[in-house]
């Protein structure tokens, strides 16, 4: 199978997951597992005429507010073909019969926890460390130019070692915005007062060992669209 075929058969699987996979959760809804004598023969298709047709696929198109084309629905009829005996669509309706099987109660929550250790497994503890700067870092060089264009490594690095603040570094930013930002017109808001702010926070933090983190310091800018108090989120 060349590329083009196979991004025509992913294009179909898209389609065909868009119409199955979008209504399992109304059928799921519809009744537990008690409601199927024998899911073998009494699944979500009994009753129905189970072979899938272009008007099958117009009618469910209304389910969704889609509209395909014929053209559309071919592809998407074709991939039961191209996948084998089975077909793409008996392989969805086997999995949405699987997962109706399956009974969930209502008040069941969502994961809000995610732990990927296996219960009742139990797992060493480790002795190793994580090194933020394993190799030597350059020495701070004399131009403002070249602070900027560092890598944040190199500039948390430099703070470390006392060989720059984070209100000198902020100022050689905010120095870049006044310079370029007209031309560059890639600012909307610029808060040169808090920033100055929070690097003499940082700044402070560092003094007395509390130090938050290899980005402690560092400037740093946000998209507009973030909310923050008292700062107007906009559209750009």
């Known amino acids: 199978m060349n590329n083009d075929e196979q991004t025509l058969l992913n294009r179909r699987k898209v389609l065909t997951a ?17 409601d199927a004598s024998d899911p073998a023969t009494d699944g979500i298709w009994a009753g129905f005429d189970e072979k899938i047709t272009e008007r099958t ?13 014929e053209a559309e629905r071919r ?24 997962r109706r099987q399956q ?10 926890h995610f732990d990927p250790r296996l219960p009742g497994v139990g797992y060493p503890d480790q002795a190793d460390s994580l090194a933020l700067f394993p190799e030597e870092i350059a020495a701070i060089p004399d131009d403002a130019e070249s602070i900027a264009f560092a890598s944040v490594k190199q500039q948390a690095r430099w703070m470390t070692t006392g060989q720059i603040s984070s209100r000198e570094l902020t100022e050689i930013y905010l120095s870049r915005i006044e310079t370029y930002g007209d031309k560059l017109e890639c600012f909307v ?9 929070q690097a003499d926070q940082a700044d402070r933090e560092r003094a007395t060992g509390q130090v938050r983190g290899p980005l402690h310091g560092i400037p740093y800018g946000v998209k507009d669209l973030l909310d923050t108090a008292d700062i107007r989120t906009t559209w750009g």
């Open 18 to 34: 868009a119409l199955l996979g979008g209504g399992s959760m109304t059928l799921a809804a519809c009744g537990s597992p008690g």
């Open 57 to 69: 696929l117009a009618e469910a198109e209304k389910l969704f507010g889609l509209a395909f084309s």
């Open 75 to 98: 592809q998407i009829l074709g991939g039961a073909i191209e996948e084998g005996d089975d077909g793409f669509f008996a392989q969805q309706i086997a999995s949405l019969e699987k």
């Open 103 to 112: 009974y969930i109660p209502i008040t069941l929550q969502p994961a809000c």
């Open 189 to 197: 808001t610029v808060t040169a007062d808090l920033a100055r702010q």
